[in-house]
């Protein structure tokens, strides 16, 4: 395949999140392999911001990368945090020499071997998710026309995240609507079959249920379910102990 | 897009209260798609549909009517997951029970798209118009962007209360349905029947004596009525 295949197919693939069998992991290990094998890099990375506002570095060529990276974040020092930050690309194609810019992350990766390194922000407008990172074993090891290509690659990988996330919550939002008003459903069917079974009203049926519910230490709508399913005889939530006798209705 | 499509996309960003967006895209829908009125209708199973958004007394009972009938183009969209366009409902013979109700109250065209969000399709929107006629290729293309802005809008209303509840526009619906619930369970015990037997008994009682099923439900419940297998 040339690199030109390559690239094509690479973009079709991180434009492509809502695939059934979708994996944010998968995904960003991909986005770094692909990197790797584009832009001459030694290795690549993906640091994303979690839900609680902390980077982590959730996808690495390589377990020297990863470790890295994990010092980067945990230390507050490096290209990808000032990445991050800024929201814009990071550029050093000397590490000898950078101490002063990063006293704890350029002394590592220099000890790990790589001479450069870089950083493309993954961000839609003012959505900011994290950043790229490229690590190269020789100084100047990116350059400018490839340093595009990244952020052309972190651009289609945000977008096709961002579209991922956006669908999953409303499904999620969709899911939780339906679950709620069909334990309202079950609740009120539950009230009537007591009801009816006890020959009370409703009013009786709910106090009964509740009864139940509170003196086994189950929740409303489980004890509902419970009797809808029949696997919950009525008799049992008549009797006022709760123990189960009679017979079945 | 077309101009109709821009006029609502417009305008929701002027919304000022999200509560009474549903009402108010109804009646936009209805305006800008030379409709007479629309519906957003939820389906929590698979033949319920229940309003949250008229934009008028007739759309609301277009729905109301396929509730109680068991059928009808909101019903079919939603287990389909795809519009139903019906734009000659006096002549049509796919709802017997539903279509005729309609016609009489002044219904002569029904359109019904899903709701949907992935895989999940959890309501509709329904347009009616009082003459015949089929929806316009342009502003079929409307409707379907009016029904995503609807999913939206529901969406994002459910999404500002936390999971097991439901938010007012919709616990609204709940609370309509639960006489019809609490009838339900009573005629399970009293038949000896499902669920499901048991709405369809309650349904085709309704039917029968040209009432709500809410109506008939209450006096099951109140046990005025007991109904016979």
Redesign the interface.
């Known amino acids: 395949m040339t690199r030109q295949d390559l690239l094509s197919r690479t973009f079709v693939e991180l434009a492509d999140t809502l695939v059934e069998n979708y994996d944010q992991i998968d995904f960003l290990h991909r986005l770094a392999e692909r990197c790797v094998s584009l832009l001459g890099v030694a290795e690549a990375g993906v640091v994303l911001v979690g839900s609680e506002g902390q980077l982590r570095p959730l996808a690495s060529s390589s377990e020297r990368m990863h470790l890295i990276e994990l010092i980067e974040v945990q230390r507050q020092d490096g290209p990808c945090l000032d990445c991050w930050r800024s929201g814009e690309a990071v550029r050093e194609d000397q590490l000898t020499g950078a101490e002063a810019r990063w006293p704890v992350f350029a002394p590592t990766a220099l000890a790990a071997g790589f001479l450069s390194a870089y950083a493309v922000p993954m961000r839609l407008r003012d959505k900011r998710l994290g950043a790229l990172n490229l690590f190269a074993n020789q100084a100047y090891g990116l350059i400018e026309p490839d340093e595009a290509v990244a952020q052309a690659m972190a651009d289609v990988a945000t977008i096709g995240i961002l579209h991922e996330r956006f669908i999953r919550q409303r499904e999620e939002v969709s899911e939780q609507l339906q679950v709620a008003f069909n334990a309202r459903a079950v609740l009120e069917q539950a009230k009537g079959v007591v009801a009816a079974a006890t020959s009370t009203d409703v009013d009786e049926a709910f106090a009964l249920l509740r009864g139940y519910a509170r003196h086994h230490k189950l929740l409303l709508s489980e004890v509902a379910r419970q009797v809808m399913s029949r696997d919950l005889d009525v008799e049992a939530i008549r009797a006022p102990s709760g123990a189960p006798r009679g017979s079945p209705r | 897009m077309t101009r109709q499509l821009a006029t609502i996309v417009g305008s929701l960003g002027h919304l000022g209260d999200p509560d009474a967006s549903l009402d108010w895209l109804c009646r936009t829908c209805a305006d800008e798609l030379g409709m007479t009125g629309a519906a957003v209708a939820?389906v929590?199973?698979s033949n319920d549909p229940g309003n949250i958004a008229a934009s008028d007394e007739r759309a609301s009972f277009v729905v109301d009517l396929q509730f109680t009938s068991g059928e009808g183009p909101t019903i079919d969209a939603h287990r389909d997951g795809r519009p139903v366009l019906e734009p000659e409902l006096a002549t049509t013979t796919r709802w017997p029970a539903f279509a005729p109700e309609a016609v009489a109250a002044g219904v002569a065209a029904v359109f019904a798209l899903p709701l949907q969000?992935?895989?999940?399709n959890?309501g509709v929107l329904t347009f009616y118009r009082d003459r015949p006629g089929p929806l316009r290729d342009a502003f079929l293309v409307d409707a379907l962007a009016m029904a995503d802005v609807a999913c939206e809008i529901?969406?994002c209303l459910?999404?500002r209360v936390p999971?097991?509840?439901?938010h007012e526009v919709?616990e609204t619906l709940?609370t309509e349905?639960?006489v019809v619930?609490?009838?339900?369970?009573?005629?399970?015990?009293?038949l000896g029947v499902g669920?499901e037997e048991a709405i369809a008994v309650l349904r085709a009682r309704a039917y029968a004596v040209g009432r709500p099923v809410c109506e008939v439900a209450a006096d099951v419940?109140s046990r005025r009525l007991r109904l016979d297998p």
Do not use: E, K, N
Not at chain 2, 163 to 166: E, T, V
């Open positions: 939820l929590p199973s969000i992935g895989a999940a959890f529901t969406l459910q999404a999971p097991g509840s439901l919709i709940a349905r639960t619930y609490q009838a339900t369970g009573m005629i399970m015990v009293q669920p419940v």
